[in-house]
């Protein structure tokens, strides 16, 4: 079933088939990670108190609050970046080619595209009792010539994935050579 979104780049006539985002459970331990450092300053606060008098001076609770805004701007901070990593890599299967769009960083973006009769092979990876059980995985795309594989990291469903593109691949070269064919046959008449 054919998306109805338009991507940066994306040509004319061209129609989007999959956009692949990762699995929603890698974000979750992004989540986990970050509540988990966003309570760690209320667990150590009573053992702060209780085992310090630095805290019964002025200066004392002013430092302290000044080191856990800048602790929590960190937190903060840095699950933002985990948020925009997820959100931002997708990966757009299209009837003409893969489009690879990468977050790197907060002020860097990698985009990579390959034409799909040009890929060989489609593989899927699923790795660890989690994966497995939660069905999500990395697919790996490779095409001839010098261009690195794609990776498709953590999306779900790798085995469907690595299928449906294997079958759009197929049915592009099918394409492609029913159209030099029709192209030679016209040419000798």
Known sequence: MPYSTIFPGQEPGEKIIMILRRHWLVFARVVITHGFFAILPLILRPIIINYTDFLSIEIGRVVLNLLLSVYYIFVVTFFFRGWLDHYLDVWVITSERVVSIEQKGLFSRQI??????????????????????????????????????????????????????????????????????????????
């Open 112 to 189: 990579s595209a390959q034409r799909l009769y040009r890929i060989q092979d489609v593989t899927s990876e699923v790795q660890g009792i989690i994966s497995t059980f939660f069905h999500y995985g990395n697919v790996h795309v490779q095409s001839a010539g010098s261009e690195p594989r794609f990776v498709f990291k953590q999306t779900p469903h790798p085995y469907d994935v690595t299928r449906k593109l294997t079958m759009l691949v197929n049915w592009k070269k099918k394409v492609l050579a029913q159209e030099t064919n029709g192209n030679k046959t016209n040419n000798e008449n």
